[in-house]
């Protein structure tokens, strides 16, 4: 996976550039770190932390530790919500405002996501589900312009299965979130109930999507 990740970055000219990385402290963003930090880039990490779960305070402090142990900067925020009405959408938002209130400050260009392949199949059928325009259920792209920054994606060729035998070879410390499990959530509900099928009639599920 790191050669892999490595050639992208060369081919997109990001091997000389500063770069933020959203971590979560979940497998795929621990992943992702990781793998950076072993092609020794020069990196910034930002963590938000919900607030809605215990946990979430034990996570924030875990990758404010790991930072310092690495020696990497690490801006960590706590989201406050106005309503619970639409959770997803308004945590979205503010993840993002304080992605660019941190890059705008350390003169930043580029935010490195952990969405994989799995990831790319959740939003292509939720796009569809919900009528969106032929270019938009093209799904996610490794590059996007995003404001006034772009949003790098390195890990979107790799399954969740290969993230997690990433971590597994490198006994990687990471945390659950149960809340991706609940199918309260569309996107889980098509994690857990429609991906398996999809992978179990075709193998390469992903490489196709």
């Known amino acids: 996976m790191k050669e892999k990740v490595l050639k992208n970055l060369k081919e997109k000219n990001l091997i000389n550039e500063k770069l933020a990385v959203a971590v979560s402290t979940g497998i795929d963003s621990m992943v992702l ?11 910034v990490v930002i963590h938000l932390n919900h607030q809605k779960r215990i946990e979430s305070f034990k996570e924030e402090e875990f990758i404010k530790d790991f930072c310092k142990k690495k020696d990497i900067k690490c801006f960590v925020k706590r989201l406050e919500f106005e309503s619970e009405a639409n959770f997803q959408a308004e945590a979205r938002k503010l ?3 304080y992605y660019l ?7 930043i260009k580029y935010l490195c996501l952990a969405h994989h392949a799995d990831d790319q199949i959740e939003t292509i059928l939720m796009r569809i589900l919900r009528g969106a325009s032929i270019e938009a259920i093209s799904g996610m792209k490794e590059i996007t312009p995003f404001k006034d920054i772009y949003l790098v994606r390195p890990l979107l060729e790799f399954s969740k299965k290969e993230i997690k035998n990433y971590a597994l070879k490198e006994n990687l410390i990471y945390f659950e979130d149960k809340t991706n499990s609940e199918e309260f959530y569309e996107r889980n509900r098509i994690r857990k109930n429609v991906i398996p099928s999809l992978v179990k009639e075709n193998s390469k599920a992903h490489e196709r999507f």
């Open 95 to 97: 993840r993002y405002e």
């Open 33 to 43: 770190l990781d793998i950076l930090i072993k092609l020794k880039l020069d990196l």
């Open 101 to 107: 209130e941190v890059m705008k400050k350390m003169n």
